[in-house]
Nanobody
Framework: QVQLVESGGGSVQAGGSLRLSCVVS????????VGWFRQAPGKEREFVAG????????YYADSVKGRFTISRDNVKMTVYLQMNTLKPEDTAVYYC?????????WGQGTQVTVSS
């Protein structure tokens, strides 16, 4: 039983930055790593970045390495995705979920739009 709520999306120009937040709750909240995923129009949802609660191990998709940073606040039970040097191809709806994803845990997501 895990609930996750995303926020922080918006519209920026290429080269800009945004920070997304994911508040995690539920009795099983810390049993799973947390991942950020995204889905662009006409494309399948893809993994972006993940982090473990214990130890804070992070891992990234090749497309965002060096530009995005995932972090967590264990007290606030919040996972962040700092996105720098954004590109138009980063435009998508961003979701957080357990990693591997729990099928019935997808939320509404938060829209990120990067203009050139």
């Amino acid at each position: 039983q895990v609930q996750l709520v995303e926020s922080g999306g918006g519209s920026v120009q290429a080269g800009g930055s945004l920070r997304l937040s994911c508040v995690v709750s539920g009795r099983a909240a810390t049993m799973y790593a947390v991942g950020w995923f995204r889905q662009a129009p006409g494309k399948e949802r893809e993994f972006v970045a993940g982090i473990t609660w214990s130890g804070g191990t992070t891992y990234y998709a090749d497309s965002v390495k060096g530009r995005f940073t995932i972090s967590r606040d264990n007290v606030k039970m919040t996972v962040y995705l700092q996105m720098n040097t954004l590109k138009p191809e980063d435009t998508a709806v961003y979701y957080c979920n357990a990693d591997p994803p729990l099928p019935r845990t997808w939320g509404q997501g938060t829209q990120v739009t990067v203009s050139s």
